[in-house]
């Protein structure tokens, strides 16, 4: 069966500081991948998107990053973190079926 | 253009009455449609999904959901509430060029 990962759970961070979130899957091959973000209060933003290794779409342009390094990893990155960053994070896959699954997510705050 | 209404940010059932959370999309051809749950600091559960067969849909823990395309409805159902359905419900439709469009969410609250 098919099993999504994703670390840290939490994260306190300071304004000005680098991210890095990781997501990997297990049990499926060549999935699509998803980054959201939640913010306190408000619906899911999709962040970023890949369908390949390599292949990023950006949704919403602003100081954060993805990469996808190998098939079933999906890394979510910041150089630089602003308090507006603060929210929890979801990764998502998607294989040959329309609907997406979704990791347990990570909170980060950014003081 | 595709979209998707949660027509009630907040829902209260006491225990063991009927849960109704409603859904109004829209779409220029004929989507898939979806019901996710989630608990507080968790992840997103699929609760069911359709997909252009049976109208009406059966998901987990006794959830179900009717397609009324003359509505253009996705009304999520459950017959009996449970203390353990607090949480928060997002309505989906999609994919369009891949991606899913989320309703805003209903909190969905059970009192014993």
């Known amino acids: 069966s098919q099993t999504i990962h994703q670390w840290p759970a939490t994260l306190v961070q300071p304004v000005g500081s680098p991210l890095s979130l990781e997501c990997t899957v297990e049990?499926?091959?060549?999935?699509?991948l998803y980054w959201y973000r939640q913010a306190a209060g408000r619906g899911l933003q999709l962040l970023f998107y890949?369908?390949?290794?390599?292949?990023i779409s950006s949704e919403v342009p602003q100081n954060l990053s993805a990469s996808r390094p190998q098939d079933r990893q999906f890394i979510l990155s910041s150089k630089k973190l602003l308090l507006s960053d603060s929210g929890f994070y979801l990764c998502a896959w998607r294989s040959l079926g329309t609907e997406q699954f979704f990791g347990p997510g990570t909170r980060l705050t950014v003081l | 253009a595709q979209s998707v209404t949660q027509l009630d940010s907040h829902v209260s059932v006491s225990e063991g009455t009927p849960v109704l959370l409603r859904c109004n999309y829209s779409s220029s051809y004929s989507p898939s449609l979806f019901w996710y749950v989630q608990h507080p600091n968790k992840g997103l559960q699929l609760l069911l999904k359709y997909t252009s067969a049976a109208t009406l849909v059966k998901g987990i823990n006794g959830f179900e959901a009717e397609f009324k395309k003359s509505e253009t409805s996705f009304h999520l159902t459950k017959p009996s509430a449970h203390m353990s359905d607090a949480a928060e419900y997002f309505c989906?439709?999609?994919?369009?060029?891949?991606?899913?469009?989320f309703g805003t969410g209903t909190r969905l609250q059970v009192f014993p």
């Open positions: 989906v439709v999609g994919p369009f060029t891949d991606k899913l469009i």
């Open positions: 049990g499926t091959s060549n999935p699509n």
């Open positions: 890949s369908v390949g290794i390599g292949q």
